[in-house]
T-cell receptor, first 116, second 113 residues
């Protein structure tokens, strides 16, 4: 199993350009998440999905859109990139085994995005 | 709302030293608590977790106890190694719904030989 993979690993954009980050998981997980990691701020949740065809806003959703057309993929889009979106982006997935109170999120390796 | 506060870093120790990284939280209800570790250039990995008061999570020599009375989940290890150098994140989630994680700011740990 590859686990959670992210494409691309690095990207540089100019202000106003658009791009899509792809997250894929091969663990058949129901839940998927997008986070951004900034120095001194830990990880903050951008958007998440509890199943194919569903998405919801997290803590910092402005300037981002997401789609979950297939269970294994979760796409994060930036329609008009801004320097404030320079960050490292992490995708995660999880599922909740029956009879358990909580579950583990599995993280991808990250995408480093720079917006100039 | 829910929040997590971690001890400020960076932390630098010598090999075989005792490690404590403090973590306190604010949450409604009865959250689950986690420690994640991020090695250089990698994503986060779950290190340990606890789901109810007085639970002790442990893994790879690290331990943390869920203390509801002090709203804390401090990470400890009796004898650190150079390979423990990483960034450590404390996090919480509420057990209902999508179990979104709320992270602390992270603590960078460097172990010198």
């Amino acid at each position: 199993n590859a686990g959670v993979t992210q494409t691309p690993k690095f990207r540089v954009l100019k202000t106003g350009q658009s791009m899509t980050l792809l997250c894929a998981q091969d663990m058949n997980h129901e839940y998927m998440y997008w986070y951004r990691q900034d120095p001194g701020m830990g990880l903050r949740l951008i958007h998440y999905s509890v199943g194919e065809g569903t998405t919801a806003k997290g803590e910092v959703p402005d300037g981002y859109n997401v789609s979950r057309l297939k269970k294994q993929n979760f796409l994060l889009g930036l329609e008009s990139a801004a320097p404030s979106q320079t960050s490292v982006y992490f995708c995660a997935s999880s599922h909740k085994p029956a009879g358990t109170r909580t579950f583990e999120q599995y993280f991808g390796p990250g995408t480093r995005l720079t917006v100039t | 709302g829910n929040s997590v506060t971690q001890m400020e870093g960076p932390v630098t120790l010598s090999e075989e030293a005792f490690l404590t990284i403090n973590c306190t939280y604010t949450a409604t209800g009865y959250p689950s608590l986690f420690w994640y570790v991020q090695y250089p250039g990698e994503g986060l990995q779950l290190l340990l977790k606890a789901t109810k008061a007085d639970d002790k999570g442990s893994n790879k020599g690290f331990e943390a106890t869920y203390r509801k009375e002090t709203t804390s989940f401090h990470l400890e290890k009796g004898s650190v190694q150079v390979s423990d150098s990483a960034v450590y994140f404390c996090a919480l989630s509420n057990p209902q719904g999508a179990q979104k994680l709320v992270f602390g700011q992270g603590t960078r740990l460097t172990i010198n030989p």
